[in-house]
């Protein structure tokens, strides 16, 4: 009874270690799948883009990258909406429990050290907005406009008790969204505009100083 008691949890143990393993794997091929398909999106476009593309791009057997997701619509899809989950963390930082100061600083931080980390996703949500926004679903078009909101409600109170300026809150962001995605968006501008080859985290770090300043200055009381 002793022996058979003590080799149930090892068989457990094993059982618990193979789906961390799968697990693992699941997370690797995926991240391969949607970091393949968002260059091939970006160069390509959506409609020049097949899953056997994928697939080799990958490195993967297209059987594999079926496994994971049903079409490529569903991994555009799944590109878009994980754009949008980092621009909503950037976002967060406009919250009641930052100052204006704080608030505004780090989002612009945060956004442009997102646009450094993930250049592709950002060129290919502006290409999808150019292109008409068919693919954005009305689930990510409600999120969107519900962290806007919010935002706009935090930077109105903080007019409203004399923090900042009374500007139009929309249009605050919109600035900040602008000028926070230009160095990603157009890359090649900003390179000759800077004359370097390619954008180093110095330029980015450049950028969040000069916008946080300027934006503060122009609207802090």
């Known amino acids: 009874m002793g022996e058979g008691s003590e080799k149930a949890p090892a068989k457990t143990r094993r059982g618990r270690g193979a789906e961390a393993g799968d697990e693992r794997i699941r997370e690797r091929n995926t991240r391969a799948i949607l ?17 056997l593309q994928i697939a080799k791009a990958t490195g993967l ?3 594999n990258v079926y496994y994971y997701f049903d079409t490529k619509e569903d991994i555009y899809r799944a590109l878009i909406s994980e754009l949008i989950h980092g621009w909503e963390l950037a976002l967060r930082h406009i919250s ?10 780090a989002y612009v931080h945060a ?3 997102y646009a450094r980390l993930h250049p592709i996703q950002s060129r290919l949500f502006a290409s999808e907005i150019l292109g008409g926004a ?16 919010e935002r706009v409600l935090v930077l109105e ?23 926070t995605q230009f160095l990603s968006l157009s890359e090649p501008l900003a390179c000759d505009t800077l004359e370097t080859g390619t954008l180093r985290p110095a330029d980015f770090d450049a950028a969040a100083r000069t916008i946080s300043g300027i934006v503060l200055s122009g609207v802090l009381l």
Do not use: C
Not at 134 to 145: A, C, P, S, V
């Open 35 to 51: 970091r393949a398909s968002a260059e091939l999106f970006a160069e390509k476009g959506y409609e020049g883009v097949s899953m």
């Open 61 to 63: 057997p297209r059987a």
């Open 96 to 105: 009641p429990e930052n100052s204006p100061e704080q608030a505004l600083t």
């Open 111 to 113: 956004k442009l050290d």
């Open 134 to 149: 068919k693919f954005l679903t009305r689930r990510d078009r409600d999120y969107m406009h519900a962290l806007t909101r």
């Open 157 to 179: 109170q903080w007019m409203a008790e004399g923090h900042i300026r009374k500007v139009d809150a929309r249009h605050l962001l919109m600035l900040l969204w602008g000028a």
